[in-house]
């Protein structure tokens, strides 16, 4: 089994445009001659501002696209042969923005048990992965209500139980937590991390969230169709200026720690989250007053 669940090789896609006249022209591609790989058991992180390119490398990674230049392997298939397009989506499953896109039944449980159904998995082992998805994502009290009824933060943890109960090894989250208010993001970005922590579920997340992207283990950045940034929260993250001219800016509390070392508390660099921040104004406190 190859290492990598996701490979990008030198891809390009760009969408079709037409003028009044109603022919084609030329449109910059939405993805550009992109190479990259995705191991298993990896968290990453895809930043950049709108059309950079995130949304459409989340499609290609399980043939919802397919690159118009170079190859797109999922799991070991390529997503341009159509007659891998089942397989290619039991090993990678997506998440949307509105959950109310995916959810397809009036009652939770159906719904959750839609992919399974699709795939022709067996009436038993279906009820079997229903429970246990619904746990996995804190749903499963709710198995029997109708979805219109549920929060936005609980349709979405639906939607993403829905994907688990295919068996997927990876999931794409194309921007998950964009129509949620903070409880429902904080919601969401818990199962996310319990996914990948405790079930060893490849994790993309595409977000413009800075606080959402320094939980992952990697994050990339894109711009143009191009990935220009690619490593740790701390690397990337320190790379201000460039993902300022990029649109981006830096999490909250690093841009909080910015400003307190301006004002001449001594803070470390490299600090990303609402945690780092606090302890480090503990210890220059209590370094200042022994």
């Keep these: 089994m190859s290492e990598n669940i996701i490979e990008f090789?030198?891809?390009t896609y760009a969408y079709d445009n037409a003028a009044e006249d109603g022919n084609p022209i030329d449109a910059d591609p939405a993805v550009s001659n992109i190479s990259l790989a995705i191991k298993r058991g990896e968290f990453v992180a895809v930043l950049g501002h709108n059309g950079s390119g995130k949304s459409t490398l989340a499609k290609l990674c399980n043939a919802i696209?397919?690159?118009?230049?170079?190859?797109?392997?999922?799991?070991?298939?390529?997503t341009a042969d159509e007659?891998?397009?089942?397989?290619?989506?039991?090993t990678v499953g997506m998440v949307f923005q509105n959950p109310d896109n995916q959810i397809v039944a009036t009652v939770v449980e159906d719904d959750v048990a839609f992919g399974p159904?699709?795939?022709?998995?067996?009436?038993?082992?279906?009820?079997?992965?229903?429970?246990?998805?619904?746990?996995?994502v804190g749903m499963y009290g709710f198995r029997l209500y109708e979805p219109h009824k549920l929060s936005g933060g609980q349709k979405q943890r639906v939607a993403i139980a829905g994907v688990i109960a295919m068996r997927t090894d990876c999931i794409v989250l194309d921007e998950p937590t964009a129509m949620l208010d903070p409880r429902g993001r904080l919601e969401v970005m818990d199962i996310i991390k319990k996914l990948n922590r405790e079930l060893g579920i490849t994790v993309v997340l595409i977000t413009h969230f800075m606080d959402e992207a320094v939980q992952a283990g990697r994050v990339i950045v894109m711009d143009e169709g191009r990935i220009i940034l690619d490593g740790t929260p701390k690397e990337v993250f320190a790379r201000k200026e460039t993902l300022r001219g990029t649109g981006l800016d830096i999490p909250q509390a690093a841009a909080f720690a910015d400003r307190l070392r301006a004002d001449g508390i001594p803070l470390p660099d490299g600090i990303l989250t609402a945690?780092?921040?606090?302890?480090?104004?503990a210890y220059a406190y209590a370094y200042a007053n022994n």
């Design 9 to 11: 090789k030198n891809v």
């Design 65 to 78: 696209l397919t690159p118009q230049g170079g190859a797109v392997m999922s799991g070991g298939f390529d």
């Design 83 to 90: 007659s891998r397009v089942l397989d290619i989506r039991r």
């Design 117 to 136: 159904e699709n795939l022709g998995v067996e009436p038993l082992e279906i009820r079997k992965r229903v429970d246990e998805a619904l746990t996995a």
């Design 275 to 281: 945690e780092e921040c606090a302890d480090a104004i």
